[in-house]
Structures are given as C-alpha cells and as structure tokens.
C-alpha cells in the first residue's frame, strides 16, 4: 500500500520520542522510601482534623488574697464543687474559670478585671463580694460591654449608679445582696418587737453606730441609723474604721461611756469583726451589739469565742436537708466548714450562673459576649429566668421594679435574724421561723 510521505514522517517522530522518554525514565534514580513516621504523618494529614473543643471562659471576682482572703476561699470551694456536678461541661462547651483576685481593693480589682477582658478573653463575668469593688467594676463592665452576673456588692451606690444610666450599666446584671436598707429593718424589727413584748427594758434609747470606712460598711450604717431614728432611737454617734483594723480599745472606751443601749455595725473581714467582739468584752462593753456578718466565715466561733455571746447577727442558716448535706460535703471536701452566707450562697449563685449559661445556649446557639448580653435583658432582668434549686432561698428573681435588687420577702430573698450562744445562732425573727426568744444579758438589766 502507498503512504503519505509527510505522515510515515510524522509516526517515525512520535516512536522515536516515545523510546526516548521511557530511556529516561528507566535511568532516573529512584524515590527515597519514607521513614515510618514520615509515612504515618503522611497519611495523617489525609484524615479529618477534629474541630477544637469549645470552650466559654467565665471570670469570677473575688477577694482571693488580702484580708478577706477566707470568703475567697469559701468562693472557690462552692463553683468547684457546682462545676463538679456538670463535669464542667455546658452543652458542648467546657466551663474555663478564670480566678480574678481583687485583693479586697476596688483599684486593684478593676486592674485585674480589665486585664481579665483584654488579656485573657474572657465571656463572662460574675460575681464580687466587696460592695466597693462592684462599684468601681461597673464602669469597666460597661466600657467593654461585659455581662457580669450576680455579684454580692449589697450597696446603694450600685443601685443610684446603674439608675442614672440604665442603659449604659445594664451589663451589670443583678445583685444577689439587696441593699442594706432592705434587710436591715428587721435588726430594729425584733428589738422594738422584744420591748413592746416586755423581754427588754433598755436603761435608755440611745445606739452607737459602727462600720468599716467602705461603701458598704457606710450603707449599712447609714441605713440602720435612719431605721432607729424612725422607730425613736437617738443614734449619739457614727463611728467608722479601716478596713483590717484590729485595735478597738480607744473607740470601746468611748462608747463604754457614752452609755448606749446598743452598739450596731458591721465589717467586711474575719480579723476585724472578731478583734472588735472580743475586745468589747474586755472593756466591759454595756451594750447589746448588733454585728452584722460575724458569721460570714465558718470558723467564726474559733476566733471570738463566748465573746460573741448574746450578739445579734442577721444572715442565712443552714435550714434544710440540702443545705446540710452540702455543708457537710464541703467540709469533707474542702477541708474546712462554710458559712451559709458565703459558702452557701456562692453555691446558689454559681449554679444560677450555670442555668443561665445552660438557657443561653439553648436560646441562642452559642455561648457568647453579645448572647449573655440578650439573656441579660430579656430573661433575667425581666424575672422570666430564675433560679428555684437553691439550698439557703426558695427563689432567686428580679423584676425590672427591683432590679439591680433581687425579690426580697418571704419565699424569695430573707434572712433571719439570730442570736449567738457558744457558737450556734438561734433565729428570734421572723415569728414564724423563731427557735427563741431575744435573750437579755444581766448587765443589761435594770
């Protein structure tokens, strides 16, 4: 058969070509094997890489060292032991502390918290315990429009401050220590009750005030004074002292001789409060005394002793089998016994706070900065979320007519008021929950 020339040409190049590349291929130096790490890591990049776990990052104010360091502890051992329960897992999220100490110091506290923010990104906020510190921490809630729920800080001032601005500071989101002038009542409450009823006889009508040099040791008093002076009591004098102060002698005196019935105050730290007790019974204080927080740290007793015999206090008590039980469990665990005002109400809280991560999260689908904040306004301030698991109240609730305050009242946020005898405090009010009846020292006895 005849053939194009040009094709035979053109079949000829492409069989030489083939030839040609095969040669090559057959003289180029082998692949290198890969080493068996080489080959696992090779074949690992090939598999799905898992996502990372999420995490929520929640940062709690304290006072973890500095004078009021054992409430910090109290703090610590209560959210471990709730998180405990969960595994520290919300959904699929995993719960990160982040432990912010505020020193017992509103400059130092609003450093750390600022950094808390900035530097390890937390979520969240929660928590204080020193009225004075939650009030220089609103400011830094609102600039970064943090959401920081359910701190202690009892004080008016925090109230006056997010009224004045309710938009800018409702990233501070409820107190879960009303103001002193709402619980405090019932400090005159049960005297006057005890007069009317003939228990007492007081030589006269005359109260000395008494009180840490703070916004909260100045809220209560003010507050308490303005009470006894409405029931028809002659406040003589408003004593106030530095936080961490345990020489009372010079002030004792004075009020030893200024001759009044009752001495009424309260102080934010274990050394103070139990110097004070204690030295009063040493000058020979004749005077019923009104401390208010003696028992806000377990081992109260250990450190005042019978000084603190017939003194009135007005804070929660381990009243139900819940309660006990986790009292006790937290003794065996943390090593030392609570208080129900620290300790007990932490666990509360914290576990409130644990809801109000749970709801945000089936609400919103994650747990952010921006989702606590509508959580915030739509849920917890409005009272549509609450908290009705507690072991010191019946119910934890806000309504935008008490906010930043929580409900206070009878199945919802009350203490009694009790009377110490060799460490047990003896409720004397409300009537209805009364163990006894308000007892009077001899020395007080006309």
Known sequence: MKTNGKLSLGIAVLIVGILANAFLVACAPAAPALSAEEATTEEATTEEVPAAEKVVKVGVVGPFTGPASRVGDEFKGAITMALEEINYKIGDYKVEIVWIDDESDAEKGARAYEQAITRDKIDVGFNTWHSWVSVALMDISAKYKMPHFLSFGATEVVNEKYQSNPEKYKYWVGKTWPTPAKLSIAYVETLEEAIRGGLWTPRNKDVAIYGVDNDWGRSFG???AQQFEEAGWNVVTKEWVGLGETEFYPLLTKLQKLDVSVVAGTMSDPPSVSSFIKQSREVGLKSLII???????????????????YVLDQIPQWTTDAAKKYRDDFTNKVGFEPSASSGGLMYDSFRFMIKIMQETLKDYGALTQENFAKIAEE???????????????EEYKYTPETFPDPVVGEGYYIFPVIQYFDGIGKIIWPSNWKESDLQIPDYLKK
Request: glycine fraction near 16%; charged fraction near 20%.
């Open 379 to 393: 849920k917890v301030m409005t009272g549509k979320l609450t908290f009705t698991d507690g072991i010191i109240m």
């Open 291 to 309: 401390s208010d927080g003696l028992g806000w740290i377990g081992e109260w007793y250990d450190l005042t002793g019978d000084a603190s015999n």
């Open 222 to 224: 003010d507050s308490i």
